[in-house]
């Protein structure tokens, strides 16, 4: 159990919080967390419902009505507080993602600090939102804009990342006055808790972060978020289907919505690159949490003049990681989330090799390790016909592409349907920016791979979805604009 591994156990609860406190689900049912690694069982988590999630939509109904009245100041200190707090903790939070997640517990380190990395830009963006003043056209009239909290929203978090997933989502919501209902992914509920835990601590009012935790009735649960008149913005990270699901189900009370769905990122690299830093750009990019990013590169385009020697770094590189599980010191690449992740990756792989692509790394099982495990994969030859380039594959399988010119690889590049991420390599300026502009995705990576910063406006274009996170627009999608205009009668 995860309360023998972690260096703080009081931070390894099973209930879901509402209102305050850590509550079983009404049936006493419960669900496992497992290590992905080794399928030990972690913790066995509430398994709550509807009438549940009913309830914590009403504590943060009933706490919106106070907490929409703090100064922003005041919440800025909660927010600062809850982010000293993680820090205090970031051995124990880590030790949880890496155990439910599977990722190396360097990574996880990684995420704690970027996930606190939100607490913190976001205390410090609470007292700056503001309205404008604007001169009208009717000499009498003043205008003013308030920036007012949405209200109680739910905020939808995948596995990838259990930690900093939440905190994107609620650090922005907290700073803007409202109040929250979080549905964590069912693989990865401990991060999430454990978070809740450390915001009472802060000192947020109860009723303020309310977390259901639901395996069974993940569906019903997620379309009462969807659907109840009293939650007015819902905000989702995962996949474009699901995404569009979650849509259909909003529809029906005009819900301000924000979604950051699949990507398929291009990642280019032009023959006027430099070359050691492309493969490690590449390396840091696709092979991150060993491929489970929405971010991560998925179809590696490289010119023909250097392909050749590309991959043969790319390879020298990749050889050299350590997979195992994620709490292994030694670990450099950790399991994917479960066994169907591991299948899709072997789909891709083999449908790319009955169609001519040639492995030149991995290309199998890590059946010796577990059926989550698969060894990390680079495919020389890869064509436009193939699964890999048409899906995100979410997993250790580096797509090599080869290509003569610019506009072809632009081309290339924007056919997809989905827009998230897309990272190219070139030494010359002008294509620099041309190729910036003309890529059709939401985040550029020039001559780096690793672009996350809570700084950075995340979010996509086409079916990546819409809506930005982190930044300082990432309170605008919590808040909502409010004009006055006032008659001034003259003396
Ligand atoms: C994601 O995979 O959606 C998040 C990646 C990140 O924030 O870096």
């Known amino acids: 159990m995860a309360t023998n591994i972690v260096k703080n156990p009081e931070l390894v609860k099973e209930s879901s919080y509402i209102n305050g406190q ?3 689900s009404d049936s006493g049912r419960k669900f496992a967390v497992k290590n992905p690694a080794t399928e030990e069982v972690l913790a066995e988590v509430s398994d709550c419902g509807v009438a549940e999630a ?17 100064t922003p100041r005041s919440r800025s200190k909660l927010l600062r507080r809850w982010y000293e707090l993680m820090m205090e903790n970031a051995e124990t939070l880590a030790q949880l993602i890496s155990l439910e997640n599977g990722k190396p517990l360097a990574e996880a380190k990684g995420e704690v600090n ?24 009717a000499p009498a009239n003043r205008l003013y804009t308030l920036k007012q909290p949405v209200g109680p929203v739910a905020i939808l978090t995948p596995w990838n990342f259990p930690s900093a997933m939440i905190t994107r989502k609620a650090a922005a919501a907290l700073a803007a006055g409202c109040t929250i209902v979080a549905k964590p992914a069912a693989e990865t509920p401990l991060s999430c808790l454990a978070l809740a835990h450390l915001a009472e601590q802060a000192g947020f009012p109860k009723g303020v972060f309310n977390v259901v935790t639901t395996d069974k009735s993940l569906k019903d649960v997620g379309k009462l978020l969807c659907e109840h008149p009293k939650i007015k913005k819902v ?12 849509m259909g189900q909003s529809a029906s009370t005009m819900k301000k919505l924000s979604f950051e769905l699949g990507g398929n ?27 489970q990013t929405c971010i991560c590169a998925n179809r590696i385009f490289v010119h023909k003049k250097i392909y050749d020697e590309f991959a043969k770094r790319l390879v020298e590189k990749v050889k050299k990681f350590k997979l195992g599980p994620g709490m292994d010191s030694s670990t450099t690449h950790g399991p994917l989330i479960h066994a169907r992740a591991a299948q899709k990756v072997d789909s891709h792989v083999k449908d790319a090799v009955s169609k001519n692509a040639k492995v030149l790394a991995g290309g199998t099982p890590a ?8 060894n990390i994969t680079v495919l020389s030859g890869v064509t ?18 080869k290509f003569s010119d610019e506009q072809e690889v632009i081309e290339l590049a924007n056919s997809a349907e ?6 190219f390599f070139s030494e010359n300026v002008s294509r620099v920016y041309r190729v910036a502009e003309e890529l059709e995705v939401g985040m550029v990576g020039v001559n780096t791979g690793a672009i996350s910063d809570p700084a950075m406006p995340f979010g996509g274009v086409k079916e990546s979805g819409f809506g930005r996170e982190g930044a300082s627009m990432g309170t605008d999608e919590y808040t909502v604009v409010k004009a006055v205009t006032v008659a001034v009668k003259s003396n």
């Not at 016909?385 to 399988?397: A, Q, R, V, Y």
């Not at 989905?418 to 990272?423: D, H, S, T």
């Open 418 to 423: 989905v827009g998230l991420a897309g990272y």
């Open 114 to 137: 970027y996930s606190a990395s939100f607490l913190e830009w976001f205390s410090e963006e609470a007292p700056r939102i503001g309205g404008q003043t604007t001169q009208t056209s």
């Open 22 to 24: 850590f509550v079983s």
């Open 54 to 70: 009913n309830r914590a939509v009403d504590a943060a109904v009933e706490a919106f009505k106070s907490f929409k009245k703090t």
């Open 265 to 291: 990122a291009p990642f280019i690299v032009f023959d006027d690159a430099d070359l050691d830093l492309a493969v490690d750009g590449a390396i840091a990019c696709k092979f991150r949490h060993t491929g």
């Open 235 to 246: 905000s989702f990270t995962g996949s474009t289907a699901v995404g569009k699901l979650l």
């Open 367 to 374: 059946t010796d390790l577990g059926a989550s495990f698969y």
């Open 384 to 401: 436009k016909d193939m699964l890999c380039m048409n899906e995100e594959t979410f997993g250790p399988l580096a797509a090599l592409v």
